[in-house]
């Protein structure tokens, strides 16, 4: 039985300077603040950014310190976005001077970069040719 109506939402941080990330994530993929709530109590302020319709990461003010991995955590390691062309993808990112900590292919034929926004959150660039045995799983 599966859940009817199920989708992905979104992927949540906290996030140092929240400003940074919205123009970082901006610059960097065309990611545009959709909604925005201010603080409230106890209640962090919160913002949505979308990259594309219904593809959204959600921001909460108020991160400060980053804890150390470690070796072999459980839990997030990273989130994935898929370009239509990897290359082209790393040379706008270059000009931003953001460069991939790992580029290669992967098992299943598809072209892939790591780089970290600017809080150090790990981000997959995934081209998924068409020879690519994964291929129909991305519309």
């Known amino acids: 039985m599966s859940i009817e109506g199920l989708r992905f939402g979104h992927v949540a941080f906290k996030v140092?300077?929240?400003?940074?990330?919205?123009?970082?994530?901006g610059d960097a993929f065309g990611a545009k603040v959709i909604y925005?709530?201010?603080?409230?109590?106890?209640?962090?302020?919160?913002?949505?950014?979308?990259?594309?319709?219904?593809?959204?990461?959600?921001?909460?003010t108020g991160?400060?310190?980053?804890?150390?991995?470690?070796?072999?955590?459980?839990?997030?390691?990273?989130?994935?976005?898929?370009?239509?062309?990897?290359?082209?993808?790393?040379?706008?990112?270059?000009?931003?001077?953001?460069e991939p900590e790992r580029k290669f292919i992967g098992r299943a034929k598809q072209k892939i970069a790591f780089i970290s926004d600017p809080d150090g959150n790990s981000i997959e660039l995934m081209e998924i040719p068409p020879e690519s045995e994964i291929y129909r799983a991305y519309p």
Do not use: T
């Open 16 to 25: 140092a300077d929240v400003e940074k990330s919205i123009r970082w994530y």
């Open 63 to 98: 991160g400060k310190n980053m804890l150390p991995s470690p070796p072999d955590p459980i839990g997030y390691i990273h989130f994935c976005l898929v370009v239509d062309n990897l290359d082209q993808a790393l040379d706008h990112l270059a000009r931003m001077n953001v």
């Open 36 to 60: 925005r709530v201010a603080s409230s109590g106890d209640r962090p302020e919160l913002m949505f950014l979308e990259f594309a319709k219904g593809q959204c990461v959600e921001f909460f």
